[in-house]
């Protein structure tokens, strides 16, 4: 069990002393800490429980659970976009690391073309467009540079949102079911430019998905959550990644049906 502590710096709120699920990564590096009391809608509603994990510089970790459980609301938390939270979010070093995110639906700016969107968040990405062409290239995308969003198909335009993510050389790559809509060739491919990353720069990924084959193919572990509101149910050691960091809780279960059902009440 995490001793109890309150974090010199965090997105917000208050320190609590109960109520934790436990895990901790041992000699590994920890890029974020989530100490999560609960997170409440404001009529009221609360859709996460109390839950504590870490992630480690170069570690994957994959997210899953029945839909509306609150996947994307964990995920939003992480990346400071929900700060109405009880809880604590540490970075390591009390900075936040460079972001990428690719969502759920690809966010794409419908004004802007594929090119200009890619580049978005680049300092000098007006003048200089051979990084954003490469990125369009390593996701297979060149011939739709000067094309804008509305002529794409979903799957495109998730592709799209990958390279704008991956190119602005993330320490932490967060992605919302970000494989969906894609064939497996391009699925593949895009697993590939991420492990690469992770392989070489240490990048972490925190990744939402209801694809089995995503965590078995990427992740170091797997969090399920369920019930209402939502905690996590089950935590395994993803076999396949031989990077894996050692844990120091839990068991390790071998049934494939996490992300199955309904949210158990
Ligand atoms: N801004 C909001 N205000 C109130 N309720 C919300 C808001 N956003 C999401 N919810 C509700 O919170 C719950 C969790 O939503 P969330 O999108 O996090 O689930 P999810 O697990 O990611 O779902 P899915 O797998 O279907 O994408 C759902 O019941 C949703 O309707």
Redesign the pocket.
């Known amino acids: 069990m995490r001793p109890v502590s309150c974090w010199p710096s965090s997105w917000s709120t208050s320190c609590f002393s109960h109520g934790w699920i436990a895990m901790s990564v041992v000699g590994n590096a920890k890029r974020l800490s989530l100490s999560l009391h609960a997170k409440h809608?404001?009529?009221g509603?609360q859709?996460l429980g109390a839950m504590n994990f870490s992630l480690a510089v170069g570690e994957v970790l994959a997210i899953s659970?029945?839909?509306?459980?609150?996947?994307?609301?964990?995920l939003s938390i992480v990346a400071g976009l929900d700060q109405a939270f009880d809880g604590r979010l540490e970075w390591s070093g009390g900075q936040p690391p460079g972001l990428g995110i690719v969502f759920?639906t690809p966010r794409l700016l419908p004004w802007r073309t594929v090119l200009a969107n890619v580049s978005l968040g680049l300092a000098d990405g007006a003048k200089n467009t051979s990084p954003a062409r490469q990125a369009l290239a390593e996701v297979g995308l060149s011939e739709a540079a000067d094309v804008y969003p509305a002529r794409l198909s979903l799957g495109m335009a998730r592709r799209v949102a990958f390279a704008r993510a991956l190119l602005s050389e993330p320490d932490l790559l967060l992605l919302?079911?970000a494989f969906a809509s894609l064939d497996d060739e391009a699925a593949g491919k895009l697993r590939a430019s991420v492990m690469t990353r992770v392989a070489n720069r240490r990048m972490s990924v925190l990744m939402?998905t209801?694809d089995l084959r995503d965590a078995e193919e990427m992740a170091d572990r797997l969090l399920v959550?369920g019930g209402t509101p939502?905690r996590v149910v089950d935590e395994r050691a993803m076999p396949t990644r031989t990077s894996a960091p050692t844990l120091t809780s839990t068991a390790v279960p071998t049934d494939r049906s996490f992300a199955r059902g309904s949210c158990p009440p």
């Open positions: 809608w404001p009529d509603r859709v659970g029945p839909s509306g459980c609150g996947k994307s609301t964990l759920q919302d079911e939402v209801h959550l939502a």
